[in-house]
């Protein structure tokens, strides 16, 4: 297991299972998201490609972001940095920061799963939207409140909602800062998964040992794919697919694919 030192999050990864973990830890404030926090979930992101980079192979199958305490997962930007923000330089920074730390979060190679136990405001819900999947427990709400103190989303949740939810349903929650439950949420396409308090642990293990176990390049693969379907049209999509089809195909990964299917075992990916 190896693990490091921040402030506001903790940062482990499993050597044996491949999978990292990222911990708002500010229980206290909510797990609200302070300079700081935006600071070192993108030192955090980079400690994982870090490790990829100097693997033989893929060093991370997976990475899962949750936060500590039983009932807020993170209540969104820190309100108390913000005030007295007069200086324009000082305001234009506080979306531009953390659109780099969202995005740090969804431009990372490896699937990313959100573990939401409780409310999620927010700068907590722009968090767990630039996660791939998003797992949550019955107890938990959503919302995007910003609409009330005469803002919009600041780390692009009016964006990717479109994409995750449509257009006109992400319109309305972010109009109307509503606060949704997590039942609402799987039925607007925003969470993926619902379970009881008690069982959300063992439903996200679950899932992230089920992807720990498929070839690391095939989901990166996968992912990049699907995510440049929002970034060019979607012919041009289509065509980069095709490529990583083909680079995919030269791997040791697939040949170990295919040896496995042909003897009739389970296969052994490395990454490679």
Excluded: H
């Excluded at 490896?110 to 409310?119: E, H, I, M």
């Excluded at 989901?219 to 289509?238: D, F």
């Amino acid at each position: 297991m190896s693990e490091q030192d921040f402030d506001t999050i903790s940062w482990r990864f499993n050597d044996e299972t491949r999978i990292g973990t990222v911990v708002l830890q500010r229980p206290d404030a909510m797990n609200a998201i302070t300079e700081t926090m935006q600071r070192e979930l993108i030192e955090a992101f980079d400690a994982f490609a870090e490790l990829d980079k100097n693997a033989d192979g893929v060093a991370v199958s997976a990475v899962v972001l949750e936060a500590a305490g039983e009932k807020v997962f993170c209540s969104g930007l820190d309100l108390n940095e913000m005030k007295g923000l007069e200086n324009l330089d000082e305001r234009k920074r506080i979306p531009e920061l953390f659109a780099e730390a969202t995005n740090a979060i969804e431009s990372y190679s490896a699937p990313v799963v959100a573990k939401v136990n409780g409310l999620c405001l927010g700068g907590g819900f722009e968090l767990a939207m630039a996660c791939d999947f998003r797992f949550a427990s019955e107890q938990s709400r959503f919302g995007q409140p910003e609409v009330n103190f005469g803002l919009l989303p600041g780390g692009g949740a009016a964006q990717r909602l479109s994409t995750i939810v449509g257009v006109s349903t992400a319109k309305k929650l972010c109009m109307t800062g509503e606060q949704i439950t997590a039942e609402t949420a799987q039925e607007y396409g925003a969470v993926d998964d619902v379970s009881p308090g008690d069982e959300l642990d063992d439903t996200v293990d679950e899932f992230v040992d089920t992807l720990a176990g498929k070839p690391p390049l095939a989901l990166r693969g996968i992912k990049e794919a699907a995510n440049m379907t929002r970034q060019v049209g979607y012919e041009e999509a289509i065509e980069y697919g095709g490529n990583v089809w083909v680079t995919l195909s030269q791997t040791a990964d697939y040949e170990e694919g295919m040896a496995a299917f042909a003897e009739d075992r389970e296969p052994e990916f490395k990454g490679r």
